[in-house]
């Protein structure tokens, strides 16, 4: 399983970065829409809106949901109390995303022209929508044990895993419609984000990791594991274990399997 989920993360997270640089272009379809609605003069306070629509989409799509993703991850390593704790953290963050975005759509619907004319509103209006069927499929949670809990977490894992990705490229897309908006570069903000969620990214692959690292012998929080080293000792009772043969009378094929064992 393990080996599974990390191929199919591997596999979209290359999706999601061959993906971004083709999603960040709009169409020629949406430049010229924007043309239509870019003619009016944007209000101090429509230009507010726009920048807090960006920070609560960024907080709870780019931010919240995908850090609440590794923290799950991270309680499949732990026992106990610690694992406890980061399932709860995982539905504190999750929760806080939902609110977050549903925070953004209602801003956006009672002060945005919502014609869905382009792709950031219109993988925004899909998301929405999802991010609520997940949220309610979090509740309907089958108890371990029950016959129906293996098809859940897989559903909710991949649906959690889409959701996250798709969220972090229609940022990408909303960098683009800011920028024909408001006419304002966003290749800062677009570096910083990348800069983001490639570390976060590194956190969410580096967790099957981890255990091999800490046998490798080398040094993590200050313990270093140093490597066993054969002995003499070791070579002579090596030596001893290697002599003890099987009686003769099984011939040749019990020679050749005292030799390879």
């Known amino acids: 399983m393990r080996i599974f989920h990390s191929a199919a993360s591997l596999s979209i997270i290359s999706y ?28 101090p ?32 390593r732990e026992e106990g109390g610690r694992r406890k704790a980061l399932i709860y953290l995982h539905f504190v963050l999750q929760i806080l995303s939902v609110l977050l975005a549903t925070t953004g759509a209602i801003l956006s619907i009672k002060s945005f022209e919502n014609s869905f004319y382009n792709n950031h509103q219109r993988i925004g209006l899909g998301l929405y ?52 908006k408001m006419s304002r570069s966003t290749r800062l903000l677009a570096i910083l984000f990348t800069a983001q969620v490639s570390f976060m990214a590194f956190v969410y692959l580096f967790q099957d990791r981890w255990e091999h690292i800490q046998q490798q012998g080398v040094i ?42």
């Not at 897989?154 to 895993?161: K, S």
């Not at 070791?234 to 099984?250: A, G, I, S, T």
């Open 45 to 76: 306070k429509m230009v507010s809106d726009i920048n807090l629509h960006g920070v609560l989409l960024w907080a709870s799509m780019g931010f919240l949901m995908p850090l609440g993703v590794i923290a799950v991850r991270m309680s499949h």
């Open 220 to 261: 993590l929080g200050g313990n270093i594991e140093a490597p066993i080293t054969p002995t003499a000792s070791n070579h002579q009772q090596n030596d001893q274990n290697q002599k003890v043969l099987v009686p003769e009378r099984c011939g040749k094929r019990n020679s050749l399997r005292n030799l390879f064992d």
């Open 129 to 180: 929508g999802a991010i609520w069927v997940q949220a309610v499929a979090g509740f309907l949670r089958p108890h371990r044990g029950n016959k129906r809990r293996s098809t859940w977490y897989f559903v909710h894992w991949i649906l959690g895993t889409v959701i996250s990705l798709v969220g972090i490229i229609n940022i990408y897309t909303g960098f683009s419609a800011y920028r024909r």
């Open 16 to 43: 999601c970065a061959v993906s971004i640089p083709f999603v960040a272009c709009s169409s020629y379809q949406d430049h010229v829409e924007d043309r239509k609605f870019n003619h009016k003069q944007l209000s």
